[in-house]
């Protein structure tokens, strides 16, 4: 079984900067790719930015040139860094991790967390 972990959420005001932290616990082989997704009230969960086991990162316009993707595989930790943060990023943000369930990963096994909320004073 896996456990899927965030935390850093808060509030914050406009302009400022929170990092988030996903970490996966329990029989894991390897990850392939983490990533994380945000939902705003009456919204639908939207992906926010992307990164897989080797460091290739995607974001999504919502995120680029503001929120910075990273990862710690020895840790099957992943991060956003969030940087002048707006009101309208204000969500329940969503790690979602995709387990490989054996070591050379050829299937995997999608994970979510609980999310962890974000709340932007404007």
């Known amino acids: 079984q896996v456990q899927v972990l965030e935390s850093g959420g808060g509030l914050v005001q406009a302009g400022k900067s929170l990092r988030l932290s996903c970490a996966a616990s329990?029989?894991?082989?390897?990850?392939?790719?983490m990533s994380w997704y945000r939902q705003a009230p009456g919204k639908q969960r939207e992906l926010v930015a992307g990164i897989n086991s080797v460091g290739y990162t995607n974001y999504q316009p919502v995120a680029k040139g503001r929120f910075t993707i990273s990862r710690d595989n020895a840790r099957n930790t992943v991060y956003l860094q969030m940087d002048s943060l707006k009101p309208e990023d204000t969500a329940v943000y969503f790690c979602?991790?995709?387990?490989?369930?054996?070591?050379?990963?050829?299937?995997?096994?999608?994970?979510w967390g609980e999310g962890t909320q974000v709340t932007i004073s404007s």
């Open positions: 329990g029989t894991i082989p390897g990850i392939h790719a």
């Open positions: 979602y991790v995709d387990v490989c369930l054996t070591s050379s990963c050829g299937t995997f096994e999608t994970y």
